[in-house]
């Protein structure tokens, strides 16, 4: 099948126009989605559980009476591993174990130092509380970010992880369940939408008020989690996903262009971009997605995402390619080159790196270890993997000596009267020793 | 002067309501001033400087006409420190000396492991290119606070720090600037309000386009920084200030007086609490409080926001005192008890702890060392001080062996095709060393 991708080169007039304009991408939430989400959050809010059951059985289309049939309790969740394949829930296990170990390398621990004058300082580290997890459902259920969202939220101690996910027509998914289960999610409750998202930030009699929301969603869950936000923690909201692959013409063109569609068959917004200092690689990549393409399952999702956000981006050199690399700041860079160690230093933003002929995306996305929730849409500028990080917090700790708060106090005086804040320079001269 | 402070005590009925209508508090953005934000941001981003200017001259009554009056080099900015009185600029420097230090243990360093088939698999942390500081302008200019704000970027190693401050009617704080000029802020814009915020998100000819926006502002700045989350990070959005201070009843009466009061003397909204398990120290603080409010230059401050939002609460024991102490989860908890190193480990949420009878609230406002920006209204329940992890950020390594990605596609393949997603099975399983 002949595929239409963008292609362009560096040396091209107008090429970082042309690049900008590749990467932008803009998800408004239109007036109509943000006055239904409110109405929805609002109702939650006032009417409870009355309001989950009536919206989750339109949404849904369930025959719900009371709301504790939404909930499926830990042993409900043991029971459905056992209806799954053995080779998926070995491969879920495994997976998890890895995801664990790489996360429990994230885990911070409190510290404290002591001064001269006996002063204290310090941050204490704590997990959150209770975390709800959102995982949508139907077609776009993923098992692996299941397992993704929760385990980091595991490892940081958090005392409770709630999950939600709505399930439409009754259609419970197995698999979903399996990960919640091998991910040690403490209960599952079967709503979803603005609905889900409103009960979990404010609580209701049955879903228990939680302190942060993770987990992607459609456009009304993302933004019943943008209006949310302040009441509830939430993580990045995601855009489309993307990657980058940067390859020196030495790799196989075959793999390449299937390292591409991977990211492709997500969904038509999905972004691949590929750059290479080697033309006839370019081309003989292109090649091999025209060849390949033919036999794939989501082929029609695959082309229509290459075609309109895909691109082929021929550089001159190296260093071109790591100042492209820094201004997509992808989600995912893919570093298909001869010692990418020696790039790697030079890579100021990207939410992975998969270094190597021998590191496609699709291992991270299931179980090399690092979270697969990633910042998108050059977010990575600014934003950082979900990680324990996520779901522990800090406190500073002061302790101070009698001496050393003698001591401050000069300091922070004369700085209180210069923002005339009088009681700020009382409260610390009352601890002045000569003062008392 | 008499002060009439809601009082109540842990023993009466509905007390968890009481306490539940004493913490809560929305700060909603009607939509007369989100539809003014809307239009302000998408003037700059399409108008750019001309935008900036006349928008500038409005609000600010000034009168300038080219873009290039609104910056302030880094030169001037040490030359406003000469016109500075010396002691405060002494203050200054050891404030941010402290600041430094403490903020120095909270920096992140890049981390591998490899595993026994050869794959590495790691995080590398890397600073922010660009950072943009907003700092109001006006009476309620603080220079501790650009303190605040720029050291924890500047020990992340951000590239480049961009401040903004308006000056209406022309008029310059010198000591924000020195401040500046101490924390090594590059340049400082003389612009402010959702224009400035907007500036800084999208960039003008004037102001570069940073990564990351913090600093409070009133509703205008807090309005368009939730409207640009995601084009840029940004920090937490603050609610009022709120000090909770816990005492055994053995503290100097005086002294926890004062405490209350440095919190309320910040507007009238700030928030004061005290919490004791001894009823007659209550009373005592409550006298003072009465007695020396009269000789407060913000008595009229002090007195609305203790009325209005303050609470003095007795408790039954050091349990109850705890368990209050994290349902508020305060910005601000100061221990003023005896051994507070046996409370500290129960804290579960709290922006900042200040341990003991000599750790007021002002010496960590200034100079202790950690930050002063802190979780307001319950929101360290999931979120932490400012701190140098806000300005950096980690990308996730993988570097796969061949070895190990033959092995990790034996697991990645069954997840990816349970999940339909045949590319990423495939480019998983071109990796797998039989099969080739």
């Given at each position: 099948m002949q595929l239409n991708i963008r292609q362009f080169s560096s040396q091209d007039t107008g090429f970082k126009t042309e690049l900008s304009k590749l990467l932008s991408w803009e998800s408004v939430s239109?007036?109509?989605v943000q006055e239904r989400v409110e109405s929805i959050v609002n109702r939650i809010r006032t009417e409870g559980d009355d309001a989950l059951v009536e919206l989750t059985n339109t949404f849904d289309r369930r025959d719900v009476t009371n709301a504790s049939e939404l909930v499926i309790e830990a042993d409900e969740l043991a029971a459905a591993a056992q209806r799954v394949d053995s080779a998926i829930v070995d491969a879920l296990e495994k997976a998890a174990a890895r995801v664990k170990a790489y996360h429990k390398k994230q885990k911070q621990t409190s510290w404290q130092y002591q001064e001269e004058d006996g002063t204290i300082l310090g941050q204490q580290i704590t997990p959150l509380d209770r975390v709800g997890v959102y995982v949508p459902g139907g077609k776009a259920a993923y098992p692996s970010s299941v397992l993704m969202n929760v385990m980091p939220a595991k490892v940081a101690g958090v005392g409770e992880i709630v999950m939600v996910v709505p399930t439409p027509d009754g259609f419970v998914n197995d698999i979903v369940l399996t990960a919640a289960h091998v991910a040690g999610v403490d209960r599952v409750i079967t709503v979803g939408g603005a609905q889900a998202v409103a009960a979990l930030a404010y609580g209701t009699d049955t879903v228990p008020r939680v302190d942060k929301i993770v987990g992607p969603g459609n456009i009304y869950v993302a933004t019943a989690k943008r209006m949310v936000f302040g009441q509830v923690g939430i993580d990045m909201i995601a855009g489309p996903s993307e990657i980058l692959v940067v390859s020196d013409g030495l790799s196989n063109p075959?793999?390449?262009?299937?390292?591409?569609?991977?990211?492709a068959e997500?969904?038509?917004d999905a972004q691949s971009i590929l750059i290479s200092t080697d033309l006839e690689f370019i081309k003989a990549v292109k090649a091999s997605m025209e060849r390949l393409i033919d036999d794939m399952s989501r082929?029609?999702?695959?082309?229509t995402s290459l075609e309109g956000r895909g691109a082929l981006i021929h550089v001159a050199s190296k260093e071109e390619a790591i100042e492209?690399?820094?201004?997509?700041?992808?989600?995912h860079l893919e570093l298909s080159v001869e010692s990418p160690e020696e790039w790697v230093k030079d890579i100021r933003?990207?939410?992975a790196i998969f270094m190597g002929r021998y590191t496609p995306e699709a291992l991270g996305d299931y179980c090399a270890g690092p979270n697969h929730v990633l910042p998108t849409s050059g977010t990575a500028r600014f934003s950082s993997p979900l990680g324990v990080y996520d779901f522990q917090k800090r406190?500073?700790?002061i302790h101070c000596s009698h001496e050393g708060a003698s001591e401050l106090a000069k300091i922070a005086s004369p700085l209180a009267r210069g923002e005339s804040l009088e009681a700020h320079a009382l409260s610390a001269e009352f601890r002045i020793i000569d003062k008392q």
């Open positions: 239109d007036a109509t075959d793999w390449i262009a299937m390292d591409l569609f991977s990211q997500h969904d038509e082929k029609e999702i695959i082309k492209v690399a820094n201004i997509v700041a992808a989600e933003h990207a939410g406190s500073s700790i």
